[in-house]
């Protein structure tokens, strides 16, 4: 393990959106794509999670970061609950470590439709 973490983000610290200063400074590796297997749940404004759900979903942006490994820890450790580490299927067939989803969030508001976290701020 090194002492960084690559981290998908795609939820509010996102550039241009409110907890950008979570990760202010954090080196971003490049922008990419969720797998189109991809839904994005709202159970908690402002917190969208991201569920990878092989029957439908989309793909949508995220913003791949390199973060000190400590950094990372504190983080995940303030996100609200039904959030978990895991990682999610980028569209080239990789994989990145992200907060995801917790299955029991199945039922939250479904917003994979808008595309994305920030599509989805755009329209409120």
């Not at 939820?11 to 297997?37: D, F, K, M, Y």
Request: charged share 25%; hydrophobic share 35%; aromatic share 6%.
């Amino acid at each position: 393990m090194g002492d960084h973490v690559e981290s998908a983000i795609s939820g509010t610290t996102l550039r241009g959106l409110p907890n950008r200063h979570q990760i202010e400074g954090r080196a971003l590796v490049r922008e990419a794509r969720t797998a189109p297997s991809t839904e994005c749940r709202a159970p908690t404004e402002p917190h969208p999670l991201p569920i990878e759900d092989r029957g439908r979903g989309v793909s949508f942006p995220c913003e791949i970061y390199r973060i000190p490994r400590r950094m990372w820890y504190a983080k995940v450790t303030n996100e609200p609950p039904g959030l978990v580490v895991g990682e999610v299927e980028l569209e080239n067939g990789t994989r990145a470590v992200a907060m995801l989803a917790d299955r029991d969030w199945l039922a939250a508001q479904d917003i994979t439709a808008h595309g994305g976290w920030a599509a989805y701020v755009a329209t409120r």
